[in-house]
């Protein structure tokens, strides 16, 4: 592939790429390769992923869950182990249900649906590259769902040890729950698009998280959004 990131003076991203099913991983690299500005190494396995990790580091993990080998849960807490600046973007189905939350404790940033668009799957790649948490809107549901299920339901005002967000930090963090993009926050709420980071990032320091899903999690614990 061209090096098309000399002309802007940066090197290209490196991306390991984790799937077994051949025509959705050569989709899932097309997309990702998209732009020029990706550089794409492609498992099958677990077992073939860990021999490019240990022979390379790798900006961007992108990863199925389900793999013929093994859940890749492991995988990805050994990846932030030994590459901690590596970040990663779980790609799966919505029947993976049962381990999201496992994904994001190993440190997952991001939860994006196999279905995405080419586009979608290339922005979101970025958007983890650049600090974002992006997660898709049913993944969301899901974890409101499952804080339901193991705290109850949450309450109808803020508690008293709730983290004062600001009106505007709480309208990002509806955003951030639908599951919209920082463009979309930002076009939604008549925002600039450089200061929608600035918020989030106020956000998560406010709720002691790192993730969308953590945050979501977190707001609904403290009764801060209903959804």
């Known amino acids: 592939m061209t090096d098309s990131g000399t002309t802007s003076g940066l090197a290209p991203h490196q991306v390991l790429l984790v799937e077994d099913d051949p025509p959705i991983r050569e989709r899932l690299a097309i997309a990702l390769e998209a732009k020029g500005d990706c550089i794409v190494s492609a498992a099958a396995s677990l077992a073939e992923a860990r021999t490019f990790l240990a022979q390379r580091r790798y900006d961007l993990i992108v990863s199925d869950l389900r793999l013929p080998d093994g859940l890749a849960i492991e995988l990805l807490a050994e990846a932030r182990e030994c590459q901690p600046e590596v970040e990663i973007l779980v790609i799966s189905v919505l029947g993976d249900e049962t381990t999201i939350l496992a994904a994001i404790a190993a440190g997952a940033s991001g939860y994006l649906l196999k279905d995405a668009l080419p586009e979608d799957i290339h922005a979101t790649a970025i958007e983890v590259l650049s600090g974002g948490s992006p997660i898709s809107p049913s993944i969301a549901r899901f974890i409101v769902r ?26 990002i963090l509806w955003g951030i729950a639908k599951g919209l993009t920082y463009n979309e926050i930002a076009d939604q709420l008549d925002l600039s698009r450089n200061t929608v980071p600035s918020y989030i990032k106020a956000i998560y320091r406010k709720l002691q998280v790192e993730t969308r899903g953590e945050a979501v999690y977190e707001a609904v614990q403290y009764g801060l959004i209903q959804l």
């Open 146 to 171: 499952r804080a339901r299920q193991e705290g109850g339901s949450p309450p109808t005002v803020p508690g008293r040890d709730a983290p004062r967000l600001t009106p505007r930090e709480l309208d």
